[in-house]
Nanobody, 125 residues
Framework: QVQLVESGGGLVQAGGSLRLSCTAS????????IGWFRQAPGKEREFVAAITWTGSSEYYSDSVKGRSTISRDNPKKTVTLQMNSLKPEDTAVYSCAAKVRPLYSDYEEVAYDYWGQGTQVTVSS
């Protein structure tokens, strides 16, 4: 079991920045990929970014590419998503998830085995 807790969400004006964190506990021995997903009201959950265990590979959705950076600190069991130049359309509940099985693409929600509760990000115009 891996428990994940997100933090860092909040209300920010358009153009601002937020730093989301995902902290793991429980069985934290790797390797596992960590992904960030978001779900806006009335919409399906969508992929935002992911980072592999060693940090050698990072993946971003087109909607956040160039505005966001994902990083991880394995000794601290934390993955961080730095989001800049935020837009109102970035408003959503952001959740992190751990992928422990080598199945499916890192972009796919179905690939992830453990999920956090999510943190609300609201971007005002």
């Amino acid at each position: 079991q891996v428990q994940l807790v997100e933090s860092g969400g909040g209300l920010v004006q358009a153009g601002g920045s937020l730093r989301l964190s995902c902290t793991a506990s429980g069985r934290t021995l790797g390797p596992y990929t960590i992904g960030w997903f978001r779900q806006a009201p009335g919409k399906e959950r969508e992929f935002v970014a992911a980072i592999t265990w060693t940090g050698s590979s990072e993946y971003y959705s087109d909607s956040v590419k160039g505005r966001s950076t994902i990083s991880r600190d394995n000794p601290k069991k934390t993955v961080t998503l730095q989001m800049n130049s935020l837009k109102p359309e970035d408003t959503a509940v952001y959740s992190c998830a751990a992928k422990v099985r080598p199945l499916y693409s890192d972009y796919e929600e179905v690939a992830y085995d453990y999920w956090g509760q999510g943190t609300q990000v609201t971007v005002s115009s």
